[in-house]
Nanobody, 117 residues
Framework: QVQLVESGGGLVQPGGSLRLFCAAS????????MGWYRQAPGKQRELVAL???????NYADSVKGRFTISRDGAKNTVYLQMNSLKPEDTAVYYC???????????WGQGTQVTVSA
């Protein structure tokens, strides 16, 4: 079975940094568009960043310049480097994978990021 597992979340002070990992098993991610999403309590899930199979990237305006999404084909892993973290970034962060012509995406179980003094 294909599985995505997120890790790297935790508690960090405002202005700090975290690096999230999305590791895949059961398939190679090279042909997938990968995304990081987040959901804060009481709010809808929102897209944070996308990276295509060709390594083009897109970011939400709220994180542009602070977050960087990247991928390592050899390690079959996608990363989200988060710098200058703000309390508003507090959420559960989810990894997703989708083939261009697929009707649905694969999802991980999420990792908690808490930004608090």
């Amino acid at each position: 079975q294909v599985q995505l597992v997120e890790s790297g979340g935790g508690l960090v002070q405002p202005g700090g940094s975290l690096r999230l990992f999305c590791a895949a098993s059961g398939t190679f991610l090279s042909a997938y568009t990968m995304g990081w999403y987040r959901q804060a309590p009481g709010k809808q899930r929102e897209l944070v960043a996308l990276i295509t199979s060709g390594s083009s990237t897109n970011y939400a305006d709220s994180v542009k310049g602070r977050f960087t999404i990247s991928r390592d084909g050899a390690k079959n892993t996608v990363y989200l480097q988060m710098n200058s973290l703000k309390p508003e970034d507090t959420a559960v962060y989810y990894c997703s994978a989708k083939l261009l012509r697929a009707s649905s995406s694969l999802w991980g179980q999420g990792t908690q990021v808490t930004v608090s003094a």
